[in-house]
Every structure is written in structure tokens, then in C-alpha cells.
């Protein structure tokens, strides 16, 4: 179908549906390129709405790394709501790009980020609504190549008959590499399997289809095989040495999206160790920008899309090295703009008050943030977060006695050892925070409890762990709803049912792609969306395929059990794992590991990219190693 | 202008603009937010209001109703300083997002009333489907015309669309594509909305192409 032939089609579908904006492009910034005069297509796809899609940094930044090139050309595509999906099925209109109206089949490229575990079904039904097969195996020398990459892919085994191959890790780099090979195969033109042999070559690619997955007659995976030379085992994830400048020619939608903001990024990675954080184990080591490439690039940014808002990300921004730098050149550069500035994520203590304090200088002030996690010393300990709580309640004083009225904490129900008298403490705090907030401003004071459900994630420390059962959850919520309530206090929680698909996906092994073709087939979308989770359609694709659901979540895993992401490596050894496991078992916690380096076992993996890129930015502290030797062992792409 | 009346040099302006087809589908709301922007990204100085969340000083006109285009929208900015409007315009055209393009600038009186109390009635066009039996709309039309109210519902609220119809006429210089002219009221609780119309003739909305070209004001602007 033409270009010309989508927005005819379009046109009077546009009018009917929900928030068209959606579906439409042309805002400012996108990159239009001449179809006929660019050699090679990308389309990038987030599995989820517009609205939170546009707000996604990865996909920029891969959208402005690709669009550089002058033989690339980058568009994107999103989700679909369920209106414009009947709309779209009922007119026989495929999926479209945004920028040019060219049917997402026609691209040579498809490229999907996958940052969570729910927009499986969404990425289904992505492939479906652009007429590509849906199973790897059946794409043939027309279709495009369907690759995917983010957070969610650290464990890409669910997905592993669907996507024909993952990126692990960061794409900085090796996005330009699969489309240097995609390439030099279109002009070869050897069969697709020539392809993927090609793809598995390069480092932090993993080409699900060279491997085959034996199974325990219990169900645990038995071991993994090569089906060809070039499959790497593990495939360790890819990283960037140093963090390129960050993208400053942002697309500014025209419509009301989730963040309408500047992103910065200024570190990658955390070295506080959380047991519990997915984030935190695979996204070392710790990165950093400067402080001038950062004001350089929000200085651009601000002057290319004309926000009023910029944030300031990391997984743990107290931590980055010149934090008080930072924040002061923000806040003198920037003064009297009328620009406000986000700096989430920061550690619970007095230091991070100063930090707002001067960032936000006159601005009117709202919520502040606070993480704690846990209420009672002891599961503080089982997640390696040690706050005390006369910390908690100090910092808390300081954040009323400045003006904000509202604190905002996170907290995370759900671990195997947490008892109730753990859940009543969480209540207790939040009674506590709010007394001492009542004692400096009165009845203004408020909070708000943000209370999680925890999952265990793969590559963690508690990867071995059972989920609560959702009467379990249940139970904690309830007394929480019990004992939150009345004026000032506000708690949100999430549905139990969908921490359950989070944690069976988050765990799961290849067979659970048939699980999730089954719900997608009974109409199971946008699984993250409350209106559209359909817990049933998923009990019975399990059922459909022959599975049971409590074997992801509540089986007690053995310590030495294989897992079906045991040959993906995050460069954090397993190991590590086990020993942290073990500790949070007798609460031993671990200091922050600028201070004191954990062999996690990303020094060693990482030794020569350190080493061939010297200088600032990278927080590991200097070991000296027979790291080298074993580096030199590993090596990092296959032979 | 009264130079006592601004402490500072505040200025209004008054700013003609067209809302192009990549903008069909933004709301009114979304359509300030863009504005706010552009100002900022053409370095103009905006004025804030004052008070714990200062925010840009700019009035819109009118409303227009999502999926249409327009050659006619009237923004008021107010500026910290006086400027040429030829340089305005000139900063705003180096920073314009594809879904606006800016036609003229002038100042206008600073102490004037609000934009959006001074119009009272707006112009379209509407491009209807090629197909279109000119004939047997026109029938249609004059019928419309003639009948002493129309009693139309909108959400839940009845109301008559007549007295709001102040101009109709059917364009058939192009007979393959038949075209129609409306002049609607446009005054608070009076405003013709030109979908409505389309409605009463037995035409869906949704297959034609509605175009804003005139916003009208209630008295002639004082030349700055």
C-alpha cells in the first residue's frame, strides 16, 4: 500500500477515535527523509500509546543516532488504542509510520524497545496489525528484521519465537552494526538464516533461533545448546565506555504525553546495590557525564524544542560525583527562565533538601520524593537499603520546614520474609512523617505512600525467590488501606493480578511464548493499562498451552537451578549473585561500591574497554587485577 | 498606549496565524502549550503573570473544534519590552513548528479587553466529499434557511442552531467539488459550531474538510 493509499484510508478514520494527535506526526523535529533516496529503513517501535512512547529516552536517542547517518533513514510507530485498532482492522489500513505514511512491512528494519514485561502482547499484536509473521521462522527475504532491545530483554526467552534477534544491553553503538550487517546481507543475497548467523556475531546480540533449550523432567531448565559456530555462550550484554552527548533535537508533540520535558541523562548505572533492583545489576558499571556536557546539552535542548521542564536522570542522583556542581551550575545558568527542574531519585538524607532547595530556588513547591522501600531495620537489610528511620524522619522535618507540603514515599510490599508487623511499620512511618509535618506547617502537611508490589527479577539477588500469592498481597494491602486513611494521608497500590503477570513474564522461559501468543489471541492488550488488563484471557492461555503459572512465581528455586537466562550475561557474575542471595539471608548489607569494590565481576569483563578508554567517568574504584589475565580469557566477541 | 499604565515597557501584540494540517488534531489547550513554546524557542521576551505560579501571559481567540484547519486564528502575547513586529514575526518564523505558520503582527492596546470577549463570529469553508450531489444540496440549504428554528441537541442540552447561522451559501464554481461559505456566531453561550450545521444537512463531519478562515472581532483595532 502507498503512502498515498494509508492517509486516504486514514482520513475519515482520524476524526473518530480518541485523541487523533496520536496518529498523525508532523510535529516539531521529527525527520522526514526522501524514501526513494535513502538506501536502508528503520522503523523504531515502542509496544505501548503515543503518549508514553514520546516520552521514552531510548527510543530518541536511537531515533537521533540513526537519523545522523545519511544512508538511514529512523520513523516511528506506536501502539494503537483499542478505537483506532477496530478502526484500522475494520478499513484494512496497516501500520504506518508517523513520519511518512509508509506501511511498517515495507521497512527494511523493525526495530521494538521493551523496557517492561507487559508490552508482550502489545508487541504481538504490533506484528500482526503490520502484516509481518508473527513467528521468527516464518519471515521470509521481504520481510523486515525484527529486533529488540531495552530492559525487559535481559530475559528474552518469553519473546524468543517472535523477535529475530535482541539486543542486550546499550544501543548506542551496536544499533549501526546490525544495520551495517543487514546490509552488506541485502547485497549478498544469501537466505535469511545467513542473516542471523551474521547478526550473532556481533557483541550483545543474541539470535534466540541458535539455540535450543533442554528441560529437567521437572520443568527447570537442563542446559542450553549451539546450533551454530557463530552463537555465543553467554552472550554478554553490550556497553557503551563512556556515555555519548545526549540527544538535544527532541520531537515536541503537539499533544499532552506523559513527560513534557527535556531528558538528560547525566549517569548510567548505581552502585548502591539494592537487591531487589533490576535496574541496578544490569546497568553497571556507573557512567557519568560532566557537568559542562550537561548544561551544554540542556542549554541546546531547551533552545531546539522550548520546554519548560528538564529533568535530570540517573537511578540515584545523589550519587553522581559533583552532584553540588551540578545542581549550582543548573540553577545559576538557568535562573529567572521560568524553567522547572527535576532531579528524582535522590537519597534520603538532609543533603538532598539542599540540593531541591537550590534548584527549585522561588518556584512553587509541591511534592517531594523519598524512597525508602522498607519501614523496619531488618527487611532494610534483607534489601541491602539501610536507612534508619530517625534519617527518614529528619530529612522529612527538613523538606516541611522548607516549604514542600507533600512527601511522597515509595515503598515495596511483597518479599518472602516480610511479615505483617514489617506492613504495620510502613503504616506507622507514614503516621510518623505526617506528625512531624503536621509539627511544622499545620494541616497543610500531607502523604502520600506509593506502595509496590515487589517482583523478583532475573539477574538480581532475590532471583531465586517466591512471589507472594495474591491472598498474601491482599492481606498486606488491606491492612495498609486499614491503617492509611484520613486526612493528609493518601496510599496507592498496585493490582495483585498484575504484579502476577509481571512476575510470571519477568521469570519465564521460552514456553511461555506460546502462553503469551494464546492471550494475545484472546484479545489480552496494553496489559499495563487497568481498563484493559484481562486477567482470565491469560489463565487461559495458560491453560491452552498446557503450562501451570505457579511454576514462574511461587516454586522455591534451588540455588544451583539453571535459569532460562543463565547464558545472558549482564557482566555481573552469578556468583556474585548467589553470595548476595546468601547474605540477605543473614541481612548482611554491602556499602556503596565507589567506596569498596564487590568483584560483582564487572571489572574483570570489562577490563580492556577501560583500559583502551582511559580518563573521568567511569566510578568503579581502581583494582589492581589479575582482572587483565581473566579479561583477556573472556573474550567478549565470539571467534 | 498609556506608558503609566505598564511599570515596566509591557507590550501586547496581536498575532495572526494559520493552524495547518499537522495540527488538525490539537486541542485548544495543546494549542497554548505550543504557543508558549514557540515564544520561547523565538527568544521573545514573554511577560508572566504574577503570583506563586507565574505563568506566560497569552490569550488565544477562539476554540477550534478538533480536525480542522485555519487561516484565520488570533493569538494576544503580551512582551517585557516593546518590539518591531516585523522582528517578531521574523523570530517566530525561525522557530515554527510544521503545524503553525504566522501571517502578521501589530500591537494592540495594552489595557484593551480580552481577546476572546471581543469576537463575535467566525468564517468557514467546508470541502465536502467530490461525490456530493450539488443539487440536491442546495435544496437542502435553502430549506435550512427558510425554516424559522432548528432544534438541535448538544451534549444533552437543547438548543436552537438557527439564529446562530448568520451567513450560508453553497460554492459551486469547482461542480466537482462542492463547497460551502458560513458566517456562525461566535459570542458567549452563542456560538454556532460549524460540524452542527453539517449535521442539519444530512452530511457527516467526519468526511468533510472544515477551514477556518475568519475570525471576527466586534470593533476595528486601533492602529497601535
Avoid at chain 1, 545467513?194 to 550483545?204: E, N, T
Avoid at chain 1, 554478554?236 to 545526549?246: G, N, S
Avoid at chain 1, 488501606?481 to 496510599?491: D, E
Wanted: glycine share 6%; hydrophobic share 40%.
Amino acid at each position: 500500500m502507498t503512502p498515498e493509499e494509508i492517509q486516504r484510508l486514514l482520513e475519515p478514520i482520524l476524526p473518530t477515535v480518541e485523541k487523533p494527535g496520536r496518529y498523525t506526526g508532523g510535529e516539531l523535529n521529527q525527520v522526514v527523509k526522501d524514501w526513494e533516496a535513502v538506501p536502508t529503513r528503520v522503523a523504531l517501535a515502542f509496544p505501548d500509546l503515543y503518549d508514553l512512547g514520546m516520552s521514552n529516552l531510548g527510543l530518541a536517542v536511537l531515533y537521533d543516532i540513526l537519523n545522523q547517518q545519511p544512508d538511514l533513514l529512523a520513523e516511528r510507530v506506536f501502539s494503537p488504542w483499542s478505537d483506532m485498532e477496530a478502526a484500522m482492522r475494520a478499513a484494512a489500513l496497516p501500520l504506518y509510520s508517523l513520519e511518512t505514511r509508509h506501511p511498517i512491512a515495507d521497512f527494511d528494519l523493525l526495530g521494538i524497545s521493551l523496557p517492561y514485561e507487559t508490552l508482550y502482547t502489545n508487541t504481538l499484536n504490533l506484528l500482526d496489525l503490520a502484516g509481518i509473521p508473527l513467528h521468527s521462522v516464518a519471515r521470509g527475504r521481504s520481510d523486515p528484521l525484527v529486533i529488540a532491545g531495552g530492559h525487559a530483554t535481559y530475559n528474552p526467552e518469553p519473546l524468543a519465537d517472535f523477535i529475530d534477534a535482541f539486543v542486550i544491553g546499550e544501543g548506542e553503538e551496536v544499533i549501526l552494526e546490525i544495520v551495517r550487517c543487514l546490509q552488506a546481507w541485502k547485497a549478498s543475497g544469501e537466505p535469511r538464516p545467513a542473516l542471523l548467523r551474521s547478526l550473532a556475531r556481533i557483541w550483545g546480540v543474541y539470535v534466540p533461533s541458535l539455540y535450543r533449550v533442554q528441560y529437567e523432567p521437572d520443568g527447570t531448565v537442563a542446559g542450553v545448546g549451539l546450533l551454530s559456530p557463530e552463537a555465543a555462550l553467554p552472550v554478554t550484554k553490550r556497553i557503551v565506555p563512556r556515555l555519548p552527548p545526549p540527544p538535544t533535537r527532541l520531537i515536541v508533540p503537539y499533544i499532552d504525553v506523559a513527560h513534557n520535558r527535556v531528558p538528560i541523562e547525566i549517569m548510567r548505572g548505581c552502585t548502591r546495590g539494592c537487591r531487589f533492583c533490576h535496574a541496578g545489576m544490569i546497568t553497571r558499571p556507573v557512567r557519568e557525564r560532566s557537568v559542562d556536557q550537561i548544561v551544554d546539552a540542556l542549554e541546546q535542548a531547551l533552545a531546539q524544542t522550548g520546554y519548560e521542564e528538564v529533568a535530570l536522570l540517573s537511578l540515584s542522583s545523589s550519587d553522581y560525583d559533583e552532584i553540588l556542581d551540578l545542581v549550582r551550575a543548573v540553577s545559576r545558568r538557568f535562573a529567572g527562565r521560568h524553567l522547572s527542574i527535576a532531579l528524582p531519585s535522590l537519597r534520603i538524607e538532609s543533603f538532598s533538601v539542599e540540593l531541591m532547595d537550590l534548584l527549585q530556588g522561588e518556584a512553587h513547591r509541591g511534592g517531594f520524593t523519598l524512597a525508602p522501600e522498607a519501614a523496619t531495620e531488618r527487611m532494610r537489610e534483607i534489601i541491602n537499603k539501610p536507612v534508619s528511620t530517625a534519617q527518614l524522619l529528619e530529612t522529612a522535618r527538613e523538606i516541611y520546614s522548607r516549604g514542600w507540603h507533600t512527601i511522597k514515599l515509595y515503598f515495596m510490599i511483597g518479599h518472602p520474609s516480610e511479615t505483617l508487623e514489617d506492613v504495620q511499620a510502613i503504616a506507622d512511618l507514614c503516621q510518623q512523617v505526617l506528625s512531624v509535618g503536621r509539627a511544622v506547617m499545620g494541616k497543610r502537611a500531607s502523604v502520600h505512600a506509593g506502595v509496590s508490589t515487589f517482583v523478583p527479577k532475573p539477574h538480581t539477588p532475590f532471583q531465586w525467590v517466591p512471589c507472594d500469592s495474591v491472598e498474601q498481597i491482599e492481606a498486606k494491602q488491606a491492612l495498609l488501606k486499614r491503617r492509611l486513611r484520613g486526612p493528609g494521608l493518601k496510599l496507592s497500590w498496585n493490582n495483585p493480578e498484575e504484579t502476577m503477570l509481571e512476575a510470571w513474564l519477568s521469570r519465564g522461559d521460552r514456553r511461555l511464548g506460546e502462553v503469551v501468543y494464546q492471550a494475545w489471541k484472546r484479545g489480552a492488550r496494553f496489559d499495563a493499562w487497568q481498563e484493559h488488563f484481562r486477567y482470565q484471557a491469560w489463565m487461559e492461555a495458560f491453560a491452552a498451552a498446557g503450562i501451570d503459572p505457579a511454576f514462574y512465581t511461587h516454586r522455591p528455586r534451588l540455588i544451583d537451578e539453571t535459569f532460562p537466562w543463565d547464558h545472558i550475561s549482564p557482566g555481573v557474575r552469578k556468583e556474585f549473585l548467589t553470595q548476595d542471595y546468601r547474605w540477605s539471608l543473614q541481612g548482611r548489607t554491602r556499602v556503596d561500591c565507589r567506596n569498596r569494590c564487590f568483584a560483582c565481576g564487572i571489572l574483570p569483563r570489562f577490563a580492556d574497554l577501560r583500559r583502551d578508554h582511559p580518563g573521568p567517568g567511569w566510578e568503579c574504584p581502581e583494582v589492581r587485577s589479575p582482572a587483565r589475565a581473566l579479561a583477556e580469557a573472556i573474550p567478549l566477541e565470539p571467534a | 498606549m498609556n506608558p503609566a499604565a505598564s511599570p515596566a515597557q509591557v507590550t501586547r501584540v496581536r498575532i495572526a496565524f494559520s493552524k495547518l494540517e499537522a495540527m488538525r488534531f490539537t486541542g485548544n489547550l495543546d494549542l497554548h502549550r505550543t504557543w508558549e513554546r514557540l515564544l520561547r524557542r523565538a527568544g521573545l521576551p514573554l511577560a508572566y503573570s504574577q503570583g506563586f505560579r507565574p505563568h506566560p501571559r497569552i490569550h488565544l481567540a477562539s476554540a477550534l473544534a478538533l480536525g480542522c484547519t485555519s487561516s484565520g486564528e488570533l493569538i494576544d502575547v503580551w512582551l517585557e519590552r516593546p518590539i518591531e513586529p516585523d522582528k517578531i514575526v521574523a523570530a517566530l518564523r525561525s522557530a515554527i513548528p510544521p503545524g503553525l505558520r504566522v501571517e502578521e503582527a501589530w500591537p494592540v492596546e495594552l489595557r484593551g479587553p480580552a481577546l476572546p470577549t471581543l469576537v463575535v463570529a467566525c468564517d468557514y469553508l467546508v470541502e465536502l466529499p467530490a461525490q456530493q450531489d450539488g443539487a440536491g444540496l442546495e435544496a437542502h440549504l435553502d430549506e435550512l434557511l427558510a425554516a424559522p428554528s432548528l432544534p438541535r441537541e448538544r451534549r444533552g442540552k437543547p438548543y436552537d442552531l438557527r439564529p446562530l447561522i448568520e451567513d450560508l451559501q453553497l460554492d459551486r464554481t469547482e461542480p466537482a467539488a462542492p463547497r460551502l461559505r458560513m458566517r456562525l456566531a461566535a459570542r458567549e453561550a452563542a456560538t454556532g459550531r460549524p460540524e452542527e450545521v453539517l449535521h442539519a444537512l444530512g452530511l457527516d463531519p467526519s468526511r468533510a474538510h472544515i477551514h477556518r478562515t475568519r475570525v471576527i472581532l466586534r470593533e476595528a483595532e486601533p492602529a497601535g
